[in-house]
């Protein structure tokens, strides 16, 4: 690990902050190292928990090998007791140290609320993405998604009476189908000009690199697993069939500006500029994920703004896929179009979640208000069964990011170079949702 005479103007500055009269707490960057340590036996009970670890390899073995007799209760009182420590100190205002302490103490009070899931209490949805996340989701009535559903249903092709509106829709998005055989070529390609299309903005380490593989038979649809080191290996699931679209939906989110563009900022900038070894370890539930996922998820938007993303999928994937794009105009109309039923997606989790509906309610309503074919929808639940109340992370998470980026004065939108700057700046700093809302 890098370190570099930052180190030394931070741990000067500790000595000089203030702290409660008569009690010296021990030194941040001791405290912080607390904190790994219960993080990472937190991580030995709750297998996903720890996103990510390139810390202390010592840190991490005592806790596989010591950790395992730990009882819930125990890290539940280390938690609270780390946290009373954290509060007894006092730095100046707009420091690092404040800065660090307020990190700190944001990512305890969420491994709060996880253990208190993991020790069996049942939270309702909304408190739950709360206390893990720092948002609350407004749940929806359904039946205010009717205009956005009308709507589609006059960009979708067919007959209404043929079938039902989701089993046309997604025949329609099917013809965007990548074939088997060209899948690996275009992901490759999109993610490479996500790349080329970041670059130019946010300059990297030139040591950074990626690892990408294509993988079924998972929760989830993509994952970043960050190794240090500037490097991420990232897997894309490819349980269903893949959309042309989501070729740079993907390279976008896991990679360039997303997460693996996140991961290598924040070693450089905070792990290895100032020596802050808090934050090589990546807690899974966390105000941390909303913006983790949220800056993913607006990464496309920013790489490729305006009509961008359609038009080069038409000129460049589309052919090297074999698809025929001459409609393409209309899938993406269709696309915005859907935006406007992501509200049902909280409101379906948390009635799944909170078992106001059953399974199968749930599944037949992603059908109506997601327009999802059975088989996605089923896809979507067994995400919800393993990561619960972390589906609020995506949509909610870009609203806030995508507000912060584009707030403009007088409400007109940032231009594109603002953007990237204020993108630059929530990732590569430990901002908290609060800050942006
Ligand atoms: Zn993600």
């Known amino acids: 690990m890098i370190r570099s005479a930052f180190l030394a103007a931070a741990t000067l500055a500790l000595t000089s902050c203030a702290t409660v009269p008569g009690i010296q707490p021990p030194a941040l960057d001791v405290l912080a190292r607390d904190y790994l340590a219960i993080q990472l036996a937190i991580g030995e009970k709750d297998p996903g928990y720890v996103d990510a670890y390139y810390g202390p390899p010592e840190l991490a073995e005592r806790a596989a090998a010591r950790d395992a007799e730990t009882t819930l209760a125990e890290l539940q009182a280390r938690v609270v007791a780390l946290d009373a ?45 709360e206390g893990l996340f720092g948002v609350r989701p407004e749940l929806i009535d359904l039946s205010t998604l009717d205009p956005v559903l009308a709507r589609i249903e006059e960009l979708v092709p067919g007959d209404p009476s043929d079938a039902p509106l989701n089993e046309r829709l997604n025949a329609y998005q099917d013809r965007f189908i990548i074939p088997n055989n060209r899948l690996r070529a275009v992901i490759d390609a999109a993610v490479a000009e996500c790349r080329a299309r970041t670059l130019p903005h946010i300059p990297l380490p030139e040591s950074e690199s990626f690892d990408l593989s294509l993988v079924t038979d998972k929760p989830w649809g993509g994952f970043n697993y960050y190794q240090g080191d500037y490097h991420s290996v990232i897997e894309i699931n490819t349980d269903l069939p893949t959309r042309l679209d989501r070729a740079v939906d993907v390279g976008c989110h896991e990679a360039y500006p997303g997460h693996h563009v996140y ?122 069964d393993t990561y619960r109340s972390y589906v609020i992370n995506y949509g909610l998470g870009e609203q806030i990011v995508g507000a912060a980026v584009e707030a403009g004065p007088n409400g007109e939108a940032a231009d594109m170079a603002t953007r990237w700057q204020r993108f630059i700046g929530i990732l590569s700093t430990p901002t908290l949702p609060e800050d942006l809302m």
């Open 85 to 129: 420590t954290l509060g007894l100190i006092r730095p100046d205002p707009g420091t690092l140290e404040a800065e660090r302490v307020r990190y700190l103490r944001a990512m305890l009070s969420s491994a709060r609320v996880r253990l208190r899931m993991l020790r069996g209490e049942e939270i309702p949805f909304q408190d739950e993405a």
């Open 263 to 384: 991961s290598t900022l924040i070693e450089r900038d905070r792990v290895n500029a100032l020596g802050q070894v808090e934050f090589t370890l990546l807690p899974l539930y966390s105000p941390r994920a909303i913006i983790s996922e949220g800056s993913a998820e607006y990464g496309v938007k920013l790489a490729f703004p305006g009509d961008s993303q359609m038009e080069y999928e038409r000129d460049v994937l589309a052919p090297l896929a074999g698809i025929d794009a001459s409609d393409i105009e209309q899938y993406y109309e269709l696309r915005e179009a859907l935006k406007g039923l992501s509200g049902a997606y909280y409101t379906l989790a948390a009635a799944y979640l909170d078992e106001t509906m059953t399974r199968e309610e749930v599944i037949e309503a992603s059908m109506r208000y997601r327009l999802m074919s059975r088989e996605r929808a089923e896809q979507s639940l067994r995400f919800m």
